[in-house]
């Protein structure tokens, strides 16, 4: 069972920048592959990032080049920075976890067993 708790949501103006976390709890942390998803209002829960137990990242293409993954291990935590950030980019941010995700499957929510509670990030105009 993995735990996962989201911080560093907010309000920020076009063109802003904002630093999500995700802290997990249990001993396997460095062998799960860690994604962040997204959900505005109205719209389907959407994949923003991704990053595996060797540190290889994959990223769609509206945030690519805007938002950057990582992950410390010996904190059992991953990030999210997100800069030049858009109004588009408004929604519940949600970090996942499960292992040996890597590939085909890793950008798809229905594929992670554990989710945390989700952090608002609002982008002004």
């Known amino acids: 069972q993995v735990q996962l708790v989201e911080s560093g949501g907010g309000l920020v103006q076009a063109g802003g920048s904002l630093r999500l976390s995700c802290a997990a709890s249990?001993?396997?942390?460095?062998?799960?592959?860690m994604g962040w998803f997204r959900q505005a209002p109205g719209k389907e829960r959407e994949f923003v990032a991704a990053?595996?137990?060797?540190?290889?990242?994959h990223y769609p293409s509206p945030v690519k080049g805007r938002f950057t993954v990582s992950r410390d291990n010996a904190k059992n935590s991953v990030y999210l920075q997100m800069n030049s950030l858009k109004p588009e980019d408004t929604a519940v941010y949600y970090c996942?976890?499960?292992?040996?995700?890597?590939?085909?499957?890793?950008?798809?929510?229905?594929?992670?067993?554990?989710w945390g509670q989700g952090t608002q990030v609002t982008v002004s105009s």
């Open positions: 996942a976890a499960d292992a040996g995700l890597w590939g085909s499957r890793h950008a798809r929510p229905s594929e992670y067993r554990y």
């Open positions: 249990g001993r396997t942390f460095s062998s799960y592959t």
């Open positions: 990053i595996s137990s060797s540190g290889e990242y």
